[in-house]
T-cell receptor, first 116, second 115 residues
Framework: GAVVSQHPSWVICKSGTSVKIECRSL??????MFWYRQFPKQSLMLMAT?????????EQGVEKDKFLINHASLTLSTLTVTSAHPEDSSFYIC????????????FGPGTRLTVT | AQKVTQAQTEISVVEKEDVTLDCVYE???????LFWYKQPPSGELVFLIR????DEQNEISGRYSWNFQKSTSSFNFTITASQVVDSAVYFC???WGGGSEKLVFGKGTKLTVNP
């Protein structure tokens, strides 16, 4: 139980294009989902907190217009990287809060984005 | 400010050795939660343990054990009789009270277990 999926697992796109990443909680409802970014050999940095049916809360320094987050249902949140540039290349990980005990954060497998 | 420090960047051991990964945290909140996650080369984070600030009992789960000491603000993780499959990056993380659900991660410790 408490499985979180991400799609796609990896994506290569050209500079200037937009990329959408999906995060789904497969067997539980997640009122809150989180998006993290991880550069190679570095730690996870929280980008934003996403609550179902409301606007996401972004961390300081994260551009809202560049990283669009939509949490349309209790099992799906999407992150769209708009007008991607090479510096946006990173490993994006989502997590969903919920599961059997209600408080755990379960992490997706991550999406590796490469912008050429 | 909330902060997690994992001073050990990389550790290399030989199989069957015991290894301890250090984690020191900073928070002004009296209610907080500490976590350990494992990130194997595949990238997916694997939850290992959650400990709240009011529970200082040490915990053992198979070859894994955790030592929580509020007096030194540490939450160390020991793997006994390490195995090659333990090779991964291990992250310590902090979630504090007051309704915050955010996790602050340490920089991680890369553990390599050699056969």
């Amino acid at each position: 139980g408490a499985v979180v999926s991400q799609h796609p697992s990896w994506v290569i796109c050209k500079s200037g294009t937009s990329v959408k990443i999906e995060c789904r909680s497969l067997d539980f409802q997640a009122t809150t989902m989180f998006w993290y970014r991880q550069f190679p050999k570095q730690s996870l940095m929280l980008m934003a907190t996403s609550n179902e049916g409301s606007k996401a809360t972004y961390e300081q320094g994260v551009e809202k217009d560049k990283f669009l987050i939509n949490h349309a249902s209790l099992t799906l949140s999407t992150l769209t990287v708009t007008s991607a540039h090479p510096e946006d290349s990173s490993f994006y990980i989502c997590s969903a809060r919920g599961g059997p005990e209600g408080y755990e954060q379960y992490f997706g497998p991550g999406t590796r984005l490469t912008v050429t | 400010a909330q902060k997690v420090t994992q001073a050990q960047t990389e550790i290399s051991v030989v199989e069957k050795e015991d290894v301890t990964l250090d984690c020191v945290y900073e928070t002004r909140d009296t209610t907080y939660y500490l976590f350990w996650y494992k990130q194997p080369p595949s990238g997916e984070l694997v939850f290992l343990i959650r400990r709240n600030s009011f529970d200082e009992q040490n915990e053992i789960s198979g070859r894994y054990s955790w030592n929580f000491q509020k007096s030194t603000s540490s939450f160390n993780f020991t793997i006994t009789a390490s195995q090659v499959v333990d090779s991964a990056v291990y992250f310590c993380a902090l979630n504090w009270g007051g309704g915050s659900e955010k996790l602050v991660f340490g920089k991680g410790t890369k553990l390599t277990v050699n056969p």
